[in-house]
């Protein structure tokens, strides 16, 4: 009788400890209509070029318990590039850089999320024209949760980072001089709750 009340016992605690584990989490959707990547590059060594990208799409699962053990997957759709200037936007598009014909999505899934003086870092592997490195941000965020007039809960952050084209062999025939080999990058996102 005891050793049954001691297993029925044990059953419960590890039904409760899988609830309450269940319970730190929440998933989390990107809004691509309020979400993009904005970029800055130098020109010809004398001034910055400044971009964006949007289509960004994703899931988040922010463990509210410890925020470094949340993850993210997501993806920027290539097409979307612009610079407000119509030819180079359309060689952007091309073979050159972006080749959005044979490269539609920039991927990225993270591999860690840590404290640094005070702010978190997320790690991560993004794919960038077939090629993938891994990269790190420093993170905003999230915000506080606020629940709309619709009853969507949201949330949002921003990541800002560099990356080097030569690390993605990315426009691999523009020489650094015309094009800077360093890419300044900061994301803004919006996320929606799910679950």
Do not use: C
């Amino acid at each position: 009788m005891r050793s049954r009340l001691l297993l029925t016992m044990a059953v419960a605690g590890l039904t409760l400890a899988g609830a309450t584990i269940q319970a730190q989490t929440s998933t989390w959707s990107i809004d691509p209509n309020h979400s993009s990547v904005q970029f800055q590059v130098r020109h010809m060594g004398v001034s910055n070029v400044h971009g964006s990208l949007t289509g960004v799409k994703g899931t988040i699962v922010l463990n509210d318990a410890d925020i470094t053990k949340s993850t993210v997957e997501a993806t920027i759709d290539t097409t979307t590039v612009w610079t407000g200037v119509a030819a180079r936007d359309k060689d952007l598009k091309s073979p050159h850089f972006f080749d959005i014909e044979k490269y539609p999505q920039i991927t990225f899934k993270s591999t860690s999320l840590s404290r640094s003086n005070g702010k978190l870092q997320l790690t991560g592997d993004l794919t960038l024209n077939s090629v993938t490195r891994s990269v790190t941000f420093d993170m905003d965020g999230p915000s506080a949760p606020e629940t709309g007039k619709d009853g969507k809960v949201r949330s949002g952050f921003s990541a800002t980072g560099l990356l080097k084209r030569s690390d993605f062999n990315f426009a691999p025939n523009t020489p650094g001089v015309v094009v800077g080999n360093d890419v300044k990058f900061t994301i803004d996102v919006e996320i929606d709750k799910q679950k």
